[in-house]
């Protein structure tokens, strides 16, 4: 069993055997840096030398139902931050065109709550034809659609339909008891059967373990789903896990890793708590460890790294920012 061979593996395209992936994770830290050396030449191979920027806007912010132990918007959490409805679509033409001036290619606009009323449904279909009318990819994240719902948003010129997993099924549980694992499996489905791309990952550092790790990446690759947010839990005073502490650097660059390794055709996008576990000056690594894009620009309820700095990173890391033109 060696690291070499798993990378030969991944890069054929042969799913990794039971054994390699345990040899993944049973791999030591002193080790970390050439799995990501490994994991960076896998996304060379797959995206070249393209980093894709994305940015979201907080659309609809608190009053979820749901009691998501991570969320500072769920009406469960004594967490401060904006409480607002859905803002008007011209508002978010206009952070979207702010956000493709900084090198954005995808706009995403991100509602909380689990469900969708048919005003709001409405409010999103005029906010993606604003946001497509700019020449970027707008991507939802509403909740949970059907394939009906999906369908005619697609028509309105939605590209991407997000929707995390969070976690495995096994530790769902401990996560969020208002809704199932299935129902969240089920709207990952409906975006892919409507012909979107739809991204879809999770938050580590909640409590996982390396055996939900991989049993989430096997589920996404199972589903055969485009794209995968990796994000690292920030602590959010109020919320139940606010007493948790941040990831090490080195474990979550390990997932990263390991994460290529077993989505290899997959975007694999580093979005929120990146600042918390790495640092302001933490870029060019991530850079090189697997990833091939970068959420930009502020966060849901938390301010986020300097767009400049990032492209600056990219650059320095012998990258490029990809293009709309290029990537679509």
Known sequence: MSLN??????????SLSDADIRFLV???DDRVPELMRLAHL???ARFGDRV??????NARSGGCTEDCAFCAQSIRSAADGPRHGLLPAGEITEAARVAGAHGATRFGIVASGKDVNERDFRGFAAAVEGVAGLGLAPDLSPGILDRAQLQALKKAGLAGYHHNLETSASFFPSICTTHSYEEDVRAVRAGLKAGLRVCSGGIFGLGEGWDDRVEMALLLASLGVDSVPV???QPIPGTPLAGRRVLAPTEALKIIGLYRFLLPDAAIRLC???????GPDGGRDLLVSGVSGLMVGDYLTVRGRDVDRDIADIRAAGLRPASFAVDN
């Open 5 to 14: 061979a798993a990378y030969r593996k991944a890069l054929d395209g042969a």
């Open 26 to 28: 049973a791999l030591p």
């Open 42 to 44: 896998l996304r060379l």
């Open 52 to 57: 894709e920027l994305c940015a979201i806007i």
């Open 231 to 233: 994000n690292f839990l």
């Open 272 to 278: 929120g708590g990146r600042l918390p576990v790495f």
